[in-house]
């Protein structure tokens, strides 16, 4: 079976990573949504890709680890979407648990500055008990050292390691790296039939990011990956999906 992954929701439809891009991709019947995280000046977990929020709203100059949550909630973020979504914020990572169920898989994947967000896996962990949501959820970072981290606190929590550059060899630099990886998480650019079958081999399920046209899905299915994240619903809906 092949899993697609929602990125950042619904991101074509509403403003991506907010509660409304992931409600449209549970409406298209994603089965599993990536969002990505980072931490505030108070120590809050929101959802968000970037680590300024100008793409957004230009009026927003400040890093998020530079303002509060209290802050944040004051800033429009609806972007090109304002017709429809204007007054939409950054959700917390609370926010968007309390409206996926639990048969719906998360990639939570926690952005990568290490110095800024020192400590975030902790908090990251902390909430999903909270939630009582550590199963059906994957972490993935960029950042293996904070991988390395969730694995200490969280032995049974699933790690998706991602790649952005290619390196050699990278089934074996998981192999070796002292985690225990459930999947590799490459850019889709040099993703190829000998990339996914040596990843497979070594025991990993392989989604690569971000797949976004039809036909390269589908070759990409074809080499054997065990799902991609997409930004179309053609893809990762299963009510619109061509599947
Ligand atoms: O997790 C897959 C993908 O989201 C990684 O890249 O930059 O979109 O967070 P990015
Ligand atoms: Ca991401």
Redesign the pocket.
């Known amino acids: 079976m092949v899993l697609n992954?929602a990125?950042?929701g619904s991101l074509t439809e509403a403003p991506e990573n907010t509660l409304p891009a992931f409600q449209k991709a549970i409406a298209h019947g994603a089965e599993a949504i990536?969002l990505?995280v980072q931490l505030t000046k108070d120590r809050q977990l929101v959802v968000c890709?970037d680590h300024k929020l100008t793409r957004f709203n230009k009026n927003a100059p400040k890093r998020i680890i530079d303002m509060s949550l209290e802050e944040i909630k004051g800033i429009d973020v609806s972007g090109s979407f304002k017709e429809e979504y204007m007054g939409t914020t950054l959700p917390t990572l609370d926010e968007v648990l309390e409206i996926c169920q639990d048969e719906l898989l998360l990639?939570i994947?926690i952005?990568n500055i290490p110095v800024l967000y020192e400590g975030i896996e902790d908090i990251l962990i902390r909430c999903l008990s909270e939630y009582n949501r550590l199963h059906n959820v994957i972490i993935?970072s960029?950042d293996h050292m904070a991988l390395k981290r969730i694995q200490d606190i969280a032995p049974s929590m699933p790690i998706?390691m991602?790649f952005?550059y290619r390196i050699l060899q990278p089934w074996k630099y998981a192999e070796h790296s002292g985690l225990e990886v459930a999947s590799i998480?490459p850019?889709q650019v040099y993703t190829d039939r000998e990339f996914v079958k040596q990843c497979k081999a070594s025991g990993y399920k392989v989604?690569p990011?971000?797949v976004n046209d039809l036909k390269h899905y589908e070759e990409l299915v074809d080499f054997g990956v065990d799902g991609v994240?997409s930004n179309n619903p053609e893809i990762f809906g299963k009510v619109t999906s061509l599947k």
């Open positions: 992954f990125h950042r990536e990505d890709h990639n994947e952005k993935s960029f998706g991602l952005y998480h850019n989604y990011y971000t994240f």
